[in-house]
């Protein structure tokens, strides 16, 4: 993130401001009366006025250059918008199982993500009594794919999310629906069900209300890890051939290195 930078020009008795500043002062008390009132010369005004100019235009010009307050940095892809917003290591090594981590490094991913944090996978996993090499094994990968899937909007860059109507349905990358509810103010709740009596444990709290921009893509950060609707038979979305990326928690420079 680009920090604030703060300028401040101490107008010294050697700088052009300082000599205006002085220059302009002596004028006035000239013009206000004294053995020299109304001999100032006007010519020697006008040195003055073009010595503050120059210094007002290159105070502008600098201003310029910086980067805007608050201007955040901009990931390329949505792998490194996950990067950035951290926690979502096991999201990641989800998708590189099951095939969606190449489609994220893309540059020309377009979409909407909802990444659940690694704690909403410690949860999952508690809940289940299964552990994280259960889960990524080859045998369940078809399952893990249909949750991966399930957190990705294809072709849709859902922003800003306050203008997503209440109860609006967001078509997944596994052909099943979310559905964005706001049960208490200010507050948005992602749905796997049409009706949380369906299902009320089946939702997700986005945690960062402010979108994160990966490229072409969206990102938002959840709590809690979707599963798709027992009752729903849709087949999960065809991923490519996976790749290993490393463990939980590798660093930065392993994923990267993938690129």
Not at 129 to 136: F, G, R, S
Not at 200 to 225: C, M, S
Not at 229 to 256: F, H
Request: no cysteine; glycine share 10%; net charge positive.
């Amino acid at each position: 993130m680009a920090g604030s930078i703060h300028i401040r020009a101490n107008a010294t008795a050697s700088s052009p401001v300082a000599n205006a500043a002085g220059t302009t002062g002596n004028a006035r008390l000239l013009r206000r009366g004294g053995s020299g009132a109304g001999r100032f010369p006007t010519a020697l005004a006008l040195p003055a006025a073009a010595a503050v100019g120059t210094a007002l235009l290159l105070v502008l010009l600098v201003a310029n250059s910086l980067p805007a307050r608050g201007q955040a940095y901009l990931p390329a892809t949505m792998i490194d918008a996950m990067e950035s917003a951290m926690f979502l290591n096991k999201f990641m090594d989800a998708a590189d199982v099951t095939g969606y981590y190449d489609r994220f490094l893309d540059e020309d991913f377009a979409g909407t993500v909802f990444a659940p944090v690694d704690l909403g996978f410690d949860a999952l996993l508690q809940k289940t009594n299964a552990t994280w090499e259960d889960l990524t094994s080859p045998e369940l990968n078809e399952t893990l794919s249909s949750i991966v899937g399930l957190h990705v909007i294809p072709s849709q860059r859902v922003f800003p999310l306050s203008s997503v109507k209440e109860g609006s349905e967001l078509t997944t990358a596994g052909g099943g629906k979310l559905y964005v509810r706001r049960d208490v103010p200010g507050i948005t709740h992602i749905y796997a069900v049409p009706r949380p009596e369906d299902d009320p444990l089946n939702f997700a709290t986005v945690l960062q209300y402010q979108e994160i921009r990966g490229g072409k893509a969206i990102l938002y950060v959840v709590d809690k890890v979707l599963l798709p609707p027992a009752k729903t038979n849709s087949a999960p979305a065809a991923a490519p051939a996976p790749r290993r990326r490393g463990g939980a928690g590798g660093s930065p420079a392993q994923r990267k290195s993938r690129a």
